[in-house]
């Protein structure tokens, strides 16, 4: 732990020994220039009970399996929203064929194929560990602060964000240069909203955290 964070956490304890208010400390840490997310992980981790000491709460921790779990859990998103756009592309590409090339394009090619298989098989299982772990963490509350999910989830939410910002960069681009097309568009909003919609879940994800918080 770095010495400025055990000197806060140091701090909140024996304030809190003294009988000083959850409000007091606050305020008084502010006027010294700690932020007010730093007193509130602080505080957070003493139960607000009526003890004759601070009383801290149990702490969220890293096991093997739970860092498993959560990794297998979004491999297995990636792996599934990279193959649905792939598989959606190939549809595209198959009602809207490209002229200028002038071949057929084979709907039940092996792309098409693969990526419908890879769906099959990723999507039940992102779907299964994501209702498993759901219901850990009801039973557990501790477990959504767990340090692989929350990092894994920041994770997404940067990936799901550059994705965003690429594919509207990309439709700004050709849309100045006059060269959209009926495929593109439907491409780009293809992307859009596989990123849109793991960007805007996990990010209701971590709100919801936070007011659980």
């Known amino acids: 732990m770095a010495a400025g964070a055990l000197e806060l956490e140091t701090f909140v304890r024996e304030a809190l020994l003294r009988g000083q208010s959850r409000e007091a400390i606050t305020q008084a840490l502010a006027a010294a220039g700690w932020s007010e997310a730093q007193t509130r992980d602080v505080l957070l981790a003493y139960a607000d009970v009526d003890f004759p000491v601070p009383v801290p709460r149990p702490r969220a921790s890293l096991s093997a399996r739970e860092a498993f779990l959560y990794l297998v859990l979004f ?8 193959h649905v756009g792939s598989l959606l592309f190939d549809l595209i ?10 071949r057929s394009y084979d709907m039940f090619g092996s792309s098409m194929r693969w990526s419908t298989a890879s769906v099959i098989i990723a999507f039940p299982v992102f779907a299964w560990l994501a209702r498993h772990l759901a219901r850990e963490v009801e039973r557990q509350p501790i477990k959504r602060l767990s340090p692989v999910r929350r990092w894994l989830t920041y994770l997404t939410l940067f990936l799901a964000a550059v994705a965003l ?16 097309s009926g495929r593109f568009v439907l491409k780009v909003l293809v992307v859009g909203a596989i990123a849109g919609g793991a960007f805007g879940y996990y990010l209701h994800d971590l709100r919801r955290e936070e007011v659980a918080a």
Not at 75 to 82: T, V
Not at 165 to 180: P, Q
Request: net charge negative; charged share 10%; glycine share 8%.
């Open 93 to 102: 590409n198959a009602a809207f064929p490209d002229a200028a090339s002038g």
């Open 75 to 82: 491999a297995s998103l990636y792996y599934a929203a990279f």
């Open 165 to 180: 910002i690429c594919d509207v960069t990309t439709l700004v681009y050709n849309l100045l240069g006059g060269e959209l």
